[in-house]
């Protein structure tokens, strides 16, 4: 059975019941539909931003009961996109509730961040309290000069909890956020990188149309071996990054999971793809759950 430590994801797809889950990273939702979707939630939901993340961890054990997560003891919680936590004291009774680690959201103004201008006033204090509070900051989605700006305030731990590396994609006037060059890769420093089994990710034709992108397991494994050449294979992990991916395509962009890559038997071509590529046993044991198991293994949050 295949043994693995996912960092990002949404939710699980009902195959990966057969794997053995030595723990996973979990993003709050809070999105009632979404809830339903994900996990099967059919009450009412909060509508105070640091009162819905609190809902979600205090429900987790009713969220995760018909889920392979449910018996998974070590999970950790994550924000992603975050526009706003609500009054920033209230950031260490979250904490409390168990969130562990926070992503900034990137596309439009927020409270914390500009594309154009970076951090702002409340974002640094944000990033100081993160620091205080030792949760993790997660640079996924900042690259160019917003990942340079984020890092001049981080003081903190940051993992990339699923990025790519864009030397291995073709030139596009449409680069994606969450590709980062070998140097952005190096000075993002981070304790953990995860590779995500996004297609559109992972293709080294990324901007093309599903039936023309031709993505496979061994695109994912490229990634793997080329960031691990980067930053060493010991921080290396997989960030599965499961979501609805037809709300995406709803809205005019395809997308889906590598194919194969939501159930064991992916991932067992993987582990096949990383062995021809020359990455040996225990580095692969590394990718798949020893790294995540080491960097996380005192954080369990259930």
């Given at each position: 059975?295949?043994?693995?430590?996912?960092?990002?994801?949404?939710?699980?797809?009902?195959?990966?019941?057969?794997?053995?889950?030595?723990?996973?990273?979990?993003?709050?939702?809070?999105?009632?539909?979404?809830?339903s979707e994900y996990w099967g939630w059919t009450g009412t939901w909060p509508t105070e931003p640091w009162?819905?993340?609190?809902?979600?961890?205090?429900?987790?054990?009713?969220?995760?009961?018909?889920?392979?997560?449910?018996?998974?003891?070590?999970?950790?919680?994550?924000?992603?996109?975050?526009?706003?936590?609500?009054?920033?004291?209230?950031?260490?009774?979250?904490?409390?509730?168990?969130?562990?680690?926070?992503?900034?959201?990137?596309?439009?103004?927020?409270?914390?961040?500009?594309?154009?201008?970076?951090?702002?006033?409340?974002?640094?204090?944000?990033?100081?309290?993160?620091?205080?509070?030792?949760?993790?900051?997660?640079?996924?989605?900042?690259?160019?000069?917003?990942?340079?700006?984020?890092?001049?305030?981080?003081?903190?731990?940051?993992?990339?909890?699923?990025?790519?590396?864009?030397?291995?994609?073709?030139?596009?006037?449409?680069?994606?956020?969450?590709?980062?060059?070998?140097?952005?890769?190096?000075?993002?420093?981070?304790?953990?990188?995860?590779?995500?089994?996004?297609?559109?990710?992972?293709?080294?034709?990324?901007?093309?149309?599903?039936?023309?992108?031709?993505?496979?397991?061994?695109?994912?494994?490229?990634?793997?071996?080329?960031?691990?050449?980067?930053?060493?294979?010991?921080?290396?992990?997989?960030?599965?990054?499961?979501?609805?991916?037809?709300l995406l395509t709803k809205a005019g962009i395809e997308v889906g999971a590598v194919e194969g890559m939501?159930?064991?038997?992916?991932?067992?071509?993987?582990?096949?793809?990383?062995?021809?590529?020359?990455?040996?046993?225990?580095?692969?044991?590394?990718?798949?759950?020893?790294?995540a198991t080491r960097v996380f293994g005192k954080g369990s949050n259930t």
């Amino acid at each position: 059975m295949i043994r693995w430590f996912p960092i990002h994801l949404h939710h699980v797809p009902a195959p990966l019941a057969e794997v053995d889950w030595e723990g996973a990273v979990v993003c709050v939702e809070r999105d009632v539909t979404l809830l339903s979707e994900y996990w099967g939630w059919t009450g009412t939901w909060p509508t105070e931003p640091w009162a819905q993340i609190t809902a979600f961890l205090d429900h987790w054990p009713e969220l995760a009961q018909n889920t392979p997560l449910a018996h998974t003891k070590r999970i950790l919680f994550a924000i992603e996109d975050e526009l706003d936590l609500g009054p920033l004291h209230r950031l260490e009774e979250i904490s409390q509730h168990g969130l562990s680690i926070v992503q900034l959201h990137h596309r439009v103004p927020t409270r914390y961040f500009h594309p154009l201008r970076g951090v702002t006033s409340e974002g640094r204090e944000l990033l100081s309290e993160l620091g205080r509070l030792k949760l993790y900051l997660d640079l996924s989605h900042l690259s160019g000069p917003a990942l340079i700006d984020v890092l001049r305030w981080c003081r903190g731990p940051r993992l990339l909890s699923h990025v790519v590396a864009s030397a291995l994609q073709s030139w596009s006037p449409t680069v994606r956020s969450n590709a980062l060059d070998d140097d952005e890769l190096h000075m993002a420093d981070a304790e953990l990188y995860g590779i995500p089994f996004v297609d559109d990710l992972v293709s080294p034709r990324a901007v093309q149309r599903i039936s023309e992108r031709e993505v496979a397991p061994l695109d994912i494994a490229h990634q793997i071996a080329h960031i691990a050449s980067i930053v060493g294979s010991s921080r290396v992990a997989l960030g599965a990054d499961y979501f609805a991916y037809h709300l995406l395509t709803k809205a005019g962009i395809e997308v889906g999971a590598v194919e194969g890559m939501d159930q064991s038997a992916g991932l067992a071509v993987l582990w096949s793809e990383l062995l021809r590529l020359g990455l040996d046993e225990s580095a692969i044991h590394g990718v798949f759950w020893e790294n995540a198991t080491r960097v996380f293994g005192k954080g369990s949050n259930t």
